[in-house]
């Protein structure tokens, strides 16, 4: 139990579907982040939040959508996803975006078919 | 952009056996992570290594860093079926909240 929780830990969509990742922390942290891992690649920052505003979205297709409602919530609004989306989604929180350890949740595992 | 690379990409030992994995980084950096996944799961931190340090040791970890040749090492002695595992390091810039992950060393035990 690492404080991050994600749900649901497997999803299968279809292309037209509208769905959603929810990660929440426990931890008191003031970050959040969205993370993509595919098979043989570096994790990909999709995106994070600092106290509820978003700081970085680094290039992500605008078919995800992040929200975070307060500084214990992230969700990732998916939509009109494509087949490579498929991947494991990983929610992470930190006390701030500096420099500090990353607690990571268990991921949830997307197919998009 | 990734910033860490490991090496190598798989290793295959017996148990009892230690496991070493290097990690290399292009610009100079704040500090310099390791993280473990196991399969299918989400990455657990293990050790956190500042740019001042040469050296940190937790429990059967041991980990280097040599900034002058932008390097890092993750030692595991007496290896353990259960440290079969994705091993990642990820080096923090201080300019930037990106940590950035490498694409991980796979570690097999062997019982």
């Known amino acids: 139990e690492t404080g991050v929780t994600q749900t649901p830990r497997h999803l299968v969509m279809g292309m037209t579907n509208k769905k959603s990742l929810k990660c929440e922390q426990h931890l008191g942290h003031n970050a959040m982040y969205w993370y993509k891992q595919s098979a043989k690649k570096p994790l990909e920052l999709m995106f994070v939040?600092?106290?509820?505003?978003?700081?970085e979205n680094n290039s992500v297709p605008s078919r995800f959508s992040p929200e975070c409602p307060n500084s214990s919530h992230l969700f990732l609004h998916l939509h009109t996803l494509q087949p490579e989306d498929s991947a494991l989604y990983l929610c992470?929180?930190?006390?701030?975006?500096?420099?500090?350890?990353?607690?990571f949740g268990e991921g949830s595992w997307l197919t998009v078919v | 952009s990734q910033q860490g690379e490991e090496d190598p990409q798989a290793l295959s030992i017996q148990e009892g056996e230690n496991a070493t994995m290097n990690c290399s980084y292009k610009?100079?950096?704040?500090?310099l992570q390791w993280y473990r996944q196991n399969s299918g799961r989400g990455l657990v931190h293990l050790i956190l290594i500042r740019s001042n340090e040469r050296e940190k040791h937790s429990g059967r970890l041991r980990v280097t860093l040599d900034t002058s040749k932008k390097s890092s090492s993750l030692l595991i002695t007496a290896s353990r079926a259960a440290d079969t595992a994705s091993y990642f390091c990820?080096?923090?810039?201080?300019?930037?909240?990106?940590?950035?992950f490498g694409a991980g060393t796979t570690v097999t035990v062997r019982a």
């Open positions: 992470a929180s930190s006390p701030s975006v500096s420099g500090n350890t990353i607690y």
């Open positions: 990820a080096t923090d810039r201080g300019n930037d909240y990106k940590l950035s």
């Open positions: 939040y600092s106290l509820e505003e978003r700081v």
């Open positions: 610009t100079s950096i704040n500090n």
